[in-house]
């Protein structure tokens, strides 16, 4: 199985690589390729992802990192889309404009996450369309792209048919905290339910 990381020079690349690599032999994993339009950055991450897989995990697991579309996506079984349009540069706008004029001041809410947003819809529906073209047919795209919610809406509404879960670890990581804070040792004992997605929830 292959398995296509976009974004490949993020930050957060090599955890989610390492969480993969762990498990390589249940996944039946051959290949890890790493996709991003900004090479210098990905080729710095590259090196620790390098690192990851052959020093600290011990895995044979093939790596490929690329900046072409075609190589990314071709008989890939999952790609995981991490993208940030704009980087952080525009993530420190999408926070400080809304400021200027009193509004909230927060990536994926308000009008910074609704900038955000628009910049994040165009580049993923050529994500899901290049995946359609090049990858498996049984497919998955997993999106933890945001701002989640509105992104994940408009994938819904322009591309109803692709094969793709967008996901946020918010709800997760909200139970968890007040799991810890009312000292609950299992968070399977708790029921709930929750609402929303990403900073909306």
Same mark, same amino acid.
């Given at each position: 199985?292959?398995?296509?990381?976009?974004?490949?020079?993020?930050?957060?690349?090599?955890?989610?690589? @390492?969480?993969?690599?762990?498990?390589?032999?249940?996944?039946?994993?051959?290949?890890?390729?790493?996709?991003?339009?900004?090479?210098?950055?990905?080729?710095?991450?590259?090196?620790?992802?390098?690192?990851?897989?052959?020093?600290?995990?011990?895995?044979?697991?093939?790596?490929?990192?690329?900046?072409?579309?075609?190589?990314?996506?071709?008989?890939?079984?999952?790609?995981?889309?991490?993208?940030?349009?704009?980087?952080?540069?525009?993530?420190?706008?999408?926070?400080?404009?809304?400021?200027?004029?009193?509004?909230?001041?927060?990536?994926?809410?308000?009008?910074?996450?609704?900038?955000?947003?628009?910049?994040?819809?165009?580049?993923?529906?050529?994500?899901?369309?290049?995946?359609?073209?090049?990858?498996?047919?049984?497919?998955?795209?997993?999106?933890?792209?945001?701002?989640?919610?509105?992104?994940?809406?408009?994938?819904?509404?322009?591309?109803?048919?692709?094969?793709?879960?967008?996901?946020?670890?918010?709800?997760?990581?909200?139970?968890?905290?007040?799991?810890?804070?009312?000292?609950? @040792?299992?968070?399977?004992?708790?029921?709930?339910?929750?609402?929303?997605?990403?900073?909306?929830?």
């Amino acid at each position: 199985m292959i398995i296509t990381v976009v974004g490949g020079g993020s930050t957060f690349t090599p955890g989610i690589v @390492k969480s993969i690599a762990q498990r390589a032999k249940e996944l039946e994993l051959d290949e890890i390729r790493l996709f991003d339009i900004d090479k210098e950055r990905q080729d710095k991450v590259a090196v620790v992802v390098e690192w990851i897989l052959r020093e600290d995990v011990k895995t044979d697991v093939k790596l490929t990192v690329t900046n072409d579309v075609e190589e990314a996506y071709t008989d890939a079984t999952f790609i995981f889309a991490q993208m940030r349009v704009g980087k952080y540069e525009m993530r420190e706008q999408d926070e400080k404009i809304p400021l200027k004029y009193g509004c909230v001041g927060q990536e994926t809410c308000g009008c910074g996450g609704m900038a955000y947003g628009l910049r994040t819809i165009n580049p993923m529906i050529k994500l899901i369309d290049d995946v359609e073209k090049y990858a498996k047919k049984d497919h998955w795209i997993l999106n933890y792209s945001n701002p989640a919610a509105i992104v994940s809406e408009a994938c819904r509404k322009l591309r109803p048919n692709a094969r793709i879960i967008n996901i946020c670890d918010m709800p997760i990581a909200i139970i968890d905290i007040i799991a810890e804070s009312l000292n609950i @040792k299992d968070v399977h004992n708790i029921r709930y339910d929750y609402f929303g997605l990403n900073h909306f929830g």
